[in-house]
């Protein structure tokens, strides 16, 4: 298979292809047996990854710099960059062309929707999206197909729930759309009335003709999905009164769990707050702390690995 | 010796053994003289240590991050999480679920007693308590136990002397609750009325009863102690109108230092505000500023090698 | 040539000679020739590099971090100090005896002036000024140096104009006192009547016998000079109402380019504002973006690798 993500930039899910994706995942595994036989190794040697979050974030910013030392290069960790350069008015063009010079490859979180693809054209090395607002995050819309697909083997025929604040959810908007790739896949979405999946996204959907629908209720469809995505309702990008007329209104507990099928299995892309009851976590369909998380890990070491060597 | 710390929590003092401090007394002194000769060598290459500091740290957690990598490993450097996960309202437990799934060492600093223990249980690495509120802060009772061993080449018969305010001091806590392994020393515990020592540790010491004394006046005891711990007033843990009354109670000056012993020595974690003159810096018996806190390296290197490595 | 900055504070370019910036040249020449070739080696492996930023900071904190990593040295990375352990109150000095302890060397940036200086003067290990204030910035004088003496071969004779806010910007008053190393290069030094150049660079500059002039106006000069450097209004340091009567005095675009020779430059350090229109970074004299900010990297490998191995 030929090596298309190389010194590519990764801002949407959009440019991926059904070889690009066999190709992650079968580094995302071998990266799995790599950590587990030796925790790493030195292929990226000489190599430095820039992580520059304008956002918060713990997860993606800590598996980014923990993948790329793994692989055994370095790196510039900038979790507050919303504290630091800014102050001084720069441009992001201007902050993605001074990287460029330091680091071999850039991620980047920032509030704004499309400002990382924006971004990336100013750039001489790869961009990695890392979540731009209530836009994309591609990386973890391949961790979750790669999470899928590993424990279903296939991904063809399954039927895939995702619930809760779809309007503001990055990650299930980058899955949404990955997941044209696979024209038989049911996708159904359930989301309460005042937070509907985007406009932008369903249009996407209806162009791929993708096997889509919308819910506002969800419990009637537990009974025959394979995959259950549960999200977090986004307060950072809501009014006060939007939030509050959302907030624990779709939570999953023991109950509902019971309703689905034995092979089926729960996801969460975390932090999680009220959305699933501790009690779901010991549940073996529950995945969400394990194959799901520890895939944050392979994932982004497979594609730091494909996008920095040849 | 049984290396009895190997993938093991390091959350309180409370689970050392005479075995373990011999253990780590014998790595710290074999680090300080890697680190002379070559700075350093590769025996943690392919591990991961994750610094979650939700407490401002220059001392612990530098000395942390500095001795992951001067062991080989690498690195999650998160000085100020308190600006970052936190605003997302995730749960302490399912932070160490997730740097479980990325690092092989947890060292975690948290504004709120017994955080970090509480936390270690949903770990599935090892989690060192770097500071938990006016709890414990194990590393730094070892550190100091180290450094008192080097320079008295025992540590049994000696008298040691704490003073200020133990009331919120987690290392003078975590320093005497450890000294409770050796019946024969002497503490005497010197403190402003307004803040004795918490009454966890005092039961503690009886308990194990440990040889020691309170005092609220301490210079008729300069003449025959071996070791003056000198703390700091924790203003960040009380009341401005404590803080007033207590602030600049116990200062020690020249004069002061006089008294002592000319063996004896004088400690402290640091930071100091003004609790100790400058003029005591170039007194021989001051070790604050060289043996105490070169060994702030040293036995963290030691500590991170005797946990990660079998 | 002997490697006289072996060991050696670097925190005013006061101490450096001409054999220094000859070293310094063919070093950082040598460093680019490394990161294009492999990205970099191992020979600070077992060196650590303490970056303290009690101010915001990309270029300059994030090239000196690269940089370490790339010649195998490991960091301890600090970019918001500010908010870490002044909180405690702890001295400048006591800050700079801890990381001695810990690094081979301390890179420092301050908003005092001369703190940095004040600072090493405790120290036990290298450190290197980042820039302290509106004082000085020697690494970036020195990239500077270097980025022209690269482009025409020498610098002897060459008419330099800085431009702008020079009351407050540190990197043009540490490349004035450098060029007084060469008697032979004019200088021009053009900025609003509100913001002259410091009265102690004047003295210095008058002392040093340099051969340089101050201006209001630029555009007369532009057809004689070979590099122009232009510097941001430090809004930082001067009152709001400072800030609005000189913001946006000095731009530069296309036409006032075109009055500019072939082969002569245009220097910025950046950030930028607005005081660049876009338009100009496309002109071949523009090397910003190019030369000048690569050399921000290779310059602060050469130094290291000078201040850190014999």
Redesign the interface.
Known sequence: MTNSLFNRHLVSVDSLTLNDLDLIFAKSISMKKLVAD????ERL????L?ALFFE????T???F??SM??LGG????????N???I????TLP??V???S????CIVMRHPEPFSVSTAAKSAQVPVINAGDGINEHPTQAIIDYVTIREKFKKIENLHILMIGDLAHYRPTNSLAKLLTLFPEITVSLATPVQTPIPAEIKDYLLKRKANFKEYNGFSKLLPEIDVLYIT?VK??YMTDKLYHSVKGSYIINAKLVNKMKKNSIIMHC????DEIAMEVDADPRSIY?SNQ??N??YVRMGLLDLILRK
């Open positions: 030796k925790g790493g190794d040697k000489g190599k430095i820039a918060p974030s713990t997860r910013f800590s598996s710099i923990t030392q793994r370095g790196i510039i960790p900038l979790p507050t960059m504290f630091t350069s102050a001084k008015g720069e201007d902050t062309r001074v990287y010079k330091y680091a071999d977090r307060k950072e975390l932090p999680r707050i702390l998380l520890a944050s890990l």
